[in-house]
């Protein structure tokens, strides 16, 4: 059932003209100077960011509400859909609220992780001062204010880096929502853009009170009993094509197992660990019959391009995409593009 929360349209924040699409698409410090003018001159601010929201987006979602209330403002935080079970013991995640349509009067909305206002799922953004900061490959400056960082960890980097600008105090709490965007988009550690400086940052989140050990129990060792027969189901349908693997579930296979959105969520991972692998896929059949993929890479395919050819979009290592069914026509479509994708790594390749 559709939500609305609140009412009418504020008007754009005074003094700062819109940059729209010409807005840089980097972390320099002009943007991130313009992002906080914003912040400090208004009062009351929506933060959102994509439909069904994984790791880096709630965690960077909390955090984002986290800064704006030591600035003393109103934050209120809204997603589509529902936070996963896994992220609901995060510091504030009860208070992100689930709505499809929001109101004012708000003096900006903060995007995180959105590559467009559609990817939000949330009807009525159009009508305010947007500010989009991402970091994903298939990033657009679709925004008033555009902060587009490819190379940061997890939008959550970013976050991070904004709470250091504004002087703000990096607390046990915050820390530990940042920390599980580091955890959660890099896949561990094991992929995306890790570098030095993501384990300097975990360093000083740990240091401010993030619980590593404990972070990682909530996440990666909290796994339900029907997603564990869903992987069953999935493992059941493995198929192995060279350095390209395959796993998929139907709608009944879902039923079956009562399993939800939240149990689908890394199944893809099981298949991109196979030795001798490059790149793999996850095909959940949806009950109207579309299909959603995942795609994974160890780096030397950019599972990005193939899901922006698809109509998704995501990172270089992780990406994402929902297809026309029925299921054999999906798979067919995916595995097209991703036999080109890796027949061309394999002519790069001695």
Same mark, same amino acid.
């Given at each position: 059932?559709?939500?609305?929360?609140?009412?009418?349209?504020?008007?754009?924040?005074?003094?700062?003209?819109?940059?729209?699409? %010409?807005?840089?698409? %980097?972390?320099?410090?002009?943007?991130? #100077? !313009?992002?906080?003018? =914003?912040?400090?001159?208004?009062?009351?601010?929506?933060?959102?960011?994509?439909?069904?929201?994984?790791?880096?987006? =709630?965690?960077?979602?909390?955090?984002?509400?986290?800064?704006?209330?030591?600035?003393?403002?109103?934050?209120?935080?809204?997603?589509? %859909?529902?936070?996963?079970?896994? &992220?609901?013991?995060?510091?504030?995640?009860?208070?992100?609220?689930?709505?499809?349509?929001?109101?004012?009067?708000?003096?900006? =909305?903060?995007?995180?992780?959105?590559d467009s206002i559609q990817r939000a799922r949330l009807s009525g953004? +159009?009508?305010?001062?947007?500010?989009?900061?991402?970091?994903?490959?298939?990033?657009?400056?679709?925004?008033?204010?555009?902060?587009? %960082?490819?190379? #940061?960890?997890?939008?959550?980097?970013?976050?991070?880096?904004?709470?250091?600008?504004?002087?703000?105090?990096?607390?046990?709490?915050?820390?530990?929502?940042?920390?599980?965007?580091?955890?959660?988009?890099?896949?561990?550690?094991? &992929?995306?853009?890790?570098?030095?400086?993501?384990?300097?940052?975990?360093?000083?989140?740990?240091?401010?009170?993030?619980?590593?050990?404990?972070?990682?129990?909530?996440?990666?060792?909290?796994?339900?009993?029907?997603?564990?027969?869903?992987?069953?189901? !999935?493992?059941?349908?493995?198929?192995?094509?060279?350095?390209?693997?395959?796993?998929?579930?139907?709608?009944?296979?879902?039923?079956?197992?009562? !399993?939800?959105?939240?149990?689908?969520?890394?199944?893809?991972? =099981?298949?991109?660990?196979?030795?001798?692998? *490059?790149?793999?896929?996850?095909?959940? +059949?949806?009950?109207?019959?579309?299909?959603?993929?995942?795609?994974?890479s160890k780096g030397k395919v950019n599972v990005a391009e193939i899901?922006?050819?698809?109509?998704?979009?995501?990172?270089?290592? !992780?990406?994402?995409?929902?297809? *026309?069914?029925?299921?054999?026509? #999906?798979?067919? +479509?995916?595995?097209?593009?991703?036999?080109?994708?890796?027949? #061309?790594?394999?002519?790069?390749?001695?």
């Open positions: 059932m559709e939500k609305t929360l609140f009412n009418p349209k504020p008007p754009a924040p005074s003094g700062l003209a819109p940059s729209g699409p %010409d807005s840089p698409i %980097d972390g320099s410090a002009s943007i991130i #100077a !313009a992002i906080l003018r =914003v912040l400090r001159d208004g009062e009351r601010f929506l933060v959102c960011s994509h439909s069904r929201p994984d790791g880096d987006a =709630v965690g960077s979602v909390l955090a984002m509400g986290m800064l704006l209330q030591q600035m003393g403002k109103r934050a209120d935080l809204v997603t589509a %859909d529902s936070v996963p079970g896994i &992220y609901r013991s995060l510091p504030g995640a009860s208070g992100i609220r689930h709505a499809l349509r929001v109101h004012g009067p708000y003096d900006a =909305v903060i995007l995180l992780e959105c953004l +159009e009508n305010f001062f947007l500010i989009n900061i991402d970091h994903h490959i298939s990033g657009r400056p679709f925004a008033n204010l555009n902060w587009i %960082d490819f190379g #940061a960890a997890s939008v959550g980097e970013l976050v991070y880096r904004l709470v250091k600008a504004a002087g703000a105090t990096i607390t046990a709490e915050m820390a530990t929502c940042l920390y599980t965007t580091l955890l959660t988009d890099t896949g561990g550690f094991t &992929y995306g853009a890790v570098r030095a400086s993501t384990f300097a940052i975990a360093h000083e989140l740990v240091l401010a009170g993030a619980d590593p050990i404990g972070i990682a129990r909530n996440v990666l060792y909290s796994t339900s009993t029907s997603k564990v027969l869903l992987l069953g189901a !999935a493992l059941n349908n493995l198929k192995r094509e060279g350095r390209i693997a395959l796993l998929w579930v139907t709608h009944q296979d879902m039923i079956r197992t009562c !399993a939800s959105d939240d149990d689908c969520e890394g199944i893809v991972n =099981v298949a991109i660990g196979i030795a001798g692998v *490059e790149v793999a896929v996850f095909l959940r +059949e949806l009950p109207e019959g579309n299909i959603r993929l995942s795609l994974r899901a922006e050819r698809l109509g998704g979009g995501g990172h270089g290592n !992780a990406a994402g995409c929902t297809l *026309e069914g029925p299921l054999a026509r #999906a798979i067919d +479509e995916v595995m097209t593009e991703l036999r080109q994708s890796v027949a #061309a790594f394999a002519l790069t390749t001695p």
